[in-house]
């Protein structure tokens, strides 16, 4: 089952994750990414999708965030299984349930592999996403990993979404870019947004950073 992309403005340009893909979600220290992929999960939850969450922090912390960002929503009972971990040794321990993996801090967790382990590890997820439908959403922070390493995950995901951050005359400018995406297309502009904790503001209109 295909996961729709639940923020206005941007799901024009990505409506949805299609089953059985790995996305990469990327940036620097920014709360908006974490956001994006809580976002994603309670969209496969009301897509009526199991979700796994595999997460570095406090598993109380992320399901109190969980219940606040999903409002009213109705979801299924026993939709999400959380599991903390401080490390990740072999992916393929998630990806069995079908539905949507979503891995938070993904780049502190494979802080000890190797590049060779990383791609090994990633390919035999990418493989079982396949078999099992399963949509793999990894959050990374940018420059946690080793140069090669991370050369190796933006190489093996189908799909790549960068948050950055850049500081303007006005302040803080914050766009999003595509390098490419699960149907084999880029998309070669910025997407501008706005983040204040509770929501991503897309703002489509062309500027020049």
């Given at each position: 089952m295909n996961v729709p992309i639940e923020v206005p403005g941007l799901d024009t340009i990505i409506p949805e994750l299609a089953e059985g893909r790995l996305l990469l979600v990327e940036s620097g220290a920014d709360a908006a990414k974490s956001f994006f992929v809580r976002r994603l999960s309670l969209s496969a939850g009301r897509s009526g999708s199991p979700v796994t969450f595999v997460t570095s922090r406090d598993r109380d912390e992320l399901q109190s965030l969980l219940?606040?960002?999903?409002?009213?929503?109705?979801?299924?009972?026993?939709?999400?299984?959380?599991?903390?971990?401080?490390?990740?040794?072999d992916l393929e321990e998630f990806g069995g349930n079908g539905g949507l993996l979503a891995i938070d801090s993904f780049s502190f967790l494979a802080l000890d592999l190797t590049p060779d382990q990383l791609a090994h590890s990633l390919r035999s997820l990418r493989a079982l996403g396949r078999k099992k439908g399963t949509i793999s959403v990894l959050a990374t922070d940018k420059?946690?990993?080793?140069?090669?390493?991370?050369?190796?995950?933006?190489?093996?995901?189908?799909g790549l979404l960068q948050f950055?951050?850049?500081?303007?005359?006005?302040?803080a400018v914050r766009y999003l870019r595509i390098p490419k995406w699960t149907d084999g297309r880029f998309v070669d502009r910025n997407i501008y947004y706005e983040f204040d904790g509770k929501r991503i503001a897309i703002d489509?209109?062309?500027r020049v950073l």
């Open positions: 219940a606040v960002e999903r409002g009213g929503a109705e979801l299924p009972e026993r939709w999400i299984r959380i599991h903390e971990r401080e490390a990740i040794d420059d946690m990993l080793e140069p090669r390493a991370e050369a190796v995950a933006a190489h093996l995901a189908d950055h951050v850049r500081e303007g005359p006005e302040g489509l209109r062309n």
